[in-house]
């Protein structure tokens, strides 16, 4: 599976964008795909993730209420609606694909699209 993550941009605080990962391989249903981020001077955090079925994803506690992620199997395409955005959203996302059982865990994720960066401004 290779991933694209592209979206990010230049945004002012309370705004919105909208993060795609575009997937090729045809095995790409089979996946979770989680969305992480990594500050600058910070480690990489767990966003949010969606398994194959799109039930039920889950989201980090910042960003509950705020972003939501999704997915379209026959688009081999997930994306992370960003809202409300804050200056500590400010981050290159990455899409990553696993079939762990723990999506919050980054070390479970087998591909990695190459990341997009946000930056929100005050």
């Known amino acids: 599976v290779q991933l694209q993550a592209s979206g990010g941009g230049l945004v002012q605080a309370g705004g919105s964008l909208r993060l795609s990962c575009a997937a090729s391989?045809?095995?790409?249903?089979?996946?979770?795909i989680g969305w992480f981020r990594q500050a600058p001077g910070k480690e990489r955090e767990f966003v949010a993730a969606?398994?194959?079925?799109?039930?039920?994803?889950y989201y980090t506690d910042s960003v509950k209420g705020r972003f939501t992620i999704s997915r379209d199997n026959a688009k081999n395409t997930v994306w992370l609606q960003m809202s409300s955005l804050k200056t500590g959203d400010t981050a290159v996302y990455y899409c990553?694909?696993?079939?762990?059982?723990?999506?919050?865990?980054?070390?479970?994720?087998?591909?990695w699209g190459q990341g997009t960066l946000v930056t929100v401004s005050s």
């Open positions: 391989g045809q095995t790409f249903s089979t996946y979770t």
């Open positions: 969606i398994r194959w079925s799109g039930v039920s994803p």
């Open positions: 990553a694909a696993s079939r762990t059982t723990n999506v919050g865990d980054s070390t479970g994720y087998e591909y």
